[in-house]
């Protein structure tokens, strides 16, 4: 079984509402997907993340098309060490992640239907029933939060996540009103972006865990130099949560091991594949980290790919991140379980075990053509 084609579709697909943080404000997701077909006829998907500039990583992607046509695609790792290597995208590695990230997935896609298994039991089977994800709270009016904090009560969610980070005082009152709402059990999670020095996310995080038992904090201060989160690891109860700067391998392993965070929250968008991510991830687990899956905003083929992995890691966290649920559509025939509510099961289909729609992929593609990418600071 030989590769014989390797397509790339850029698409848009809407959010039901924008989101907003300190650092992006968009109305939806760009993303790349990798369609690779076989000399048998077999398809694998994968999908790639743009990040600030979709142009960028479909050209990344052309230029690692010569490193896959005619390959095996159980050689994943000699072709990720022929792209990085022979294709110098070791030295532009943030852009090659993202890209290449794609043609990972869509290669365990094809090893997965080859062999008729899903993804998860290629990486030692599930050691968790079903991943629990959150609900991703908009930020607005403390009427508002309370109206998303009953619907997410009521789906049956337990941990809500709120961007912070843009007005300390607004997101105090939302605060108020999230934990008014979901109860003593409820998780509350934030995301700073990096928007704070290492006093003010002090006095913040001290003030609003005392007030509002904050789970975690993500992202509270820039994580590099790595002492200004370990210095804020000395003055605040809250757990950190490292997501900026896990954009290689190197720099998760420096991450991870250096002391700086109570949990991790990447994918294999960071490092490029899927064994990455595992390996860095067992590494934290090993260290006593624990995991949190991240979301750059996916579709359902991205989500998929990681969703097999953190069934396979015992050190995953509740309340994995996703996008599903605020997306007006997707490009899979049949929704994933997480556009409705917080649990995600064992899949059993090979592969990814998604299908696309092709009618769908259509139009979203259309949308791209028509629209351009969702960028990443205009709504």
């Given at each position: 079984m030989r590769i014989a084609a390797m397509e790339t579709i850029p698409v848009n697909v809407p959010y039901r509402h924008a989101e907003v943080?300190?650092?992006?404000?968009?109305?939806?997701?760009?993303?790349?997907?990798?369609?690779?077909?076989?000399?048998?006829?077999?398809?694998?998907?994968?999908?790639?993340?743009?990040?600030?500039?979709?142009?960028?990583?479909?050209?990344?992607?052309?230029?690692?098309?010569?490193?896959?046509?005619?390959?095996?695609?159980?050689?994943?790792?000699?072709?990720?060490?022929?792209?990085?290597?022979?294709?110098?995208?070791?030295?532009?590695?943030?852009?090659?992640?993202f890209a290449f990230a794609g043609i990972d997935m869509a290669l365990w896609d094809l090893c997965g239907k080859a062999c008729g298994q899903p993804l998860h039991r290629l990486f030692g089977g599930p050691v968790q029933e079903a991943i629990d994800y959150f609900y991703y709270l908009a930020q607005g009016r403390p009427e508002d939060l309370r109206d998303q904090c009953r619907d997410g009560v009521e789906r049956g969610y337990r941990c809500f996540y709120l961007k912070v980070g843009i007005d300390a005082a607004a997101e105090e009152a939302m605060l108020a009103a999230v934990r008014s709402t979901v109860g003593d059990r409820g998780l509350i999670r934030i995301d700073a972006n990096e928007a704070w020095s290492v006093p003010e996310a002090a006095r913040l995080l001290n003030r609003w865990h005392e007030r509002f038992a904050i789970d975690f904090a993500e992202a509270p201060v820039p994580i590099f130099p790595l002492e200004r989160m370990r210095e804020l690891r000395t003055r605040t109860p809250?757990?950190?949560?490292?997501?900026?700067?896990?954009?290689?391998?190197?720099?998760?392993?420096?991450?991870?091991?250096?002391?700086?965070?109570?949990?991790?929250?990447?994918?294999?968008?960071?490092?490029?594949?899927?064994?990455?991510?595992?390996?860095?991830?067992?590494?934290?687990?090993?260290?006593?980290?624990?995991l949190c899956k991240h979301t750059h905003g996916e579709l359902g083929i991205a989500a998929s790919a990681a969703h097999h992995l953190v069934l396979t890691?015992?050190?995953?966290?509740?309340?994995?991140?996703?996008?599903?649920?605020?997306?007006?559509?997707?490009?899979?025939?049949?929704?994933?379980?997480?556009?409705?509510g917080p649990r995600w099961g064992v899949p059993e289909r090979p592969g990814l075990g998604v299908e696309v729609d092709e009618s769908k992929l259509a139009a979203f593609a259309e949308a791209y053509r028509r629209d351009g990418q969702f960028l990443p600071y205009a709504a």
């Open positions: 943080s300190a650092r992006v404000r968009r109305g939806g997701v760009t993303a790349i997907l990798v369609r690779l077909t076989t000399d048998t006829g077999l398809v694998g998907w994968g999908e790639a993340c743009v990040g600030a500039d979709a142009a960028s990583i479909e050209a990344a992607l052309a230029a690692m098309r010569p490193f896959v046509l005619g390959r095996d695609p159980w050689t994943g790792e000699a072709i990720a060490r022929d792209v990085y290597r022979t294709g110098l995208w070791d030295y532009r590695v943030q852009t090659g992640n809250v757990a950190l949560c490292a997501n900026e700067g896990l954009g290689s391998q190197a720099d998760a392993y420096r991450v991870i091991t250096g002391g700086a965070a109570d949990i991790v929250c990447f994918s294999s968008f960071w490092v490029g594949t899927l064994r990455r991510f595992h390996t860095l991830a067992s590494l934290a687990g090993l260290l006593g980290i624990g890691l015992a050190n995953a966290t509740p309340g994995a991140q996703q996008t599903a649920a605020i997306m007006a559509d997707d490009v899979l025939t049949t929704p994933l379980p997480i556009a409705a």
